[in-house]
């Protein structure tokens, strides 16, 4: 059962979704909420798997809820609810650990996909989409930030896949342009992240982006 807490403001948008997910066998709602403590607090008496986080709630926000969730240690994927495909709190919700992000009018069928997407660990955003995300305000100078403090921990060979992920190549295209396996792209791409303490692939491309790859 995936046990999923919604976080907006605005009470029609919660029952939708509520009435969406509740209507799925393996799908459990804890809880719905109308600002950013109420969302931080249910989240840790509740432990969901997955937050549909809104990015304007009165209180704190959605990225600074997301960031005391994530920093709290809890294993709860966020996504990120926002009504404009290129936002320009994606990029913030990302860096601080989200797992992507939804647009609110996404059809219902690849939202209830989303969400056991990312319980089974994969980073919501189609890698095309997080690339032109990232790359749009990280490349904003007053987005630009240092490498990341462990990015000198990975191998050469580390950083050119992780460079190929911010280009948005899957592993397939990865292994191909490479001429090596699939699996070991996987390989290098774990590893990556582990050293760089990315929860995702999403959050991989952030920190590589910082680190003056993928550009």
Known sequence: MIRVLIADDQALVRLG???????????????????????????????PDVILMDVRMPGIDGIEATRRVVSSGAATRIVVLTTFEIDEYIFDALRVGASGFLLKDTRPTDLLDAVRGVVAGGALLS???????????????????????????????????????????????????????????????????????ARDRAQLVVFTYQSGLGR
């Open 127 to 197: 890698p095309s989409v997080t690339r032109r995300v990232v790359k749009t305000f990280v490349d904003r100078p007053s987005r630009k930030s240092a490498p990341h403090p462990r990015w000198s921990s990975l191998t050469e060979r580390e950083q050119e896949i992780a460079a190929l992920v911010a280009e948005g190549l899957s592993n397939d295209e990865i292994a191909e342009r490479l001429v090596i396996s699939p699996a070991t792209v996987r390989t290098h791409v774990g590893r990556a992240m582990v050293k760089l303490g």
């Open 17 to 47: 979704l509520r009435a969406l997910l509740d209507n799925e066998p393996d799908i459990e709602v804890v809880g719905d909420v109308a600002d950013g403590l109420s969302a931080v607090s249910v989240a840790a008496q509740t432990h």
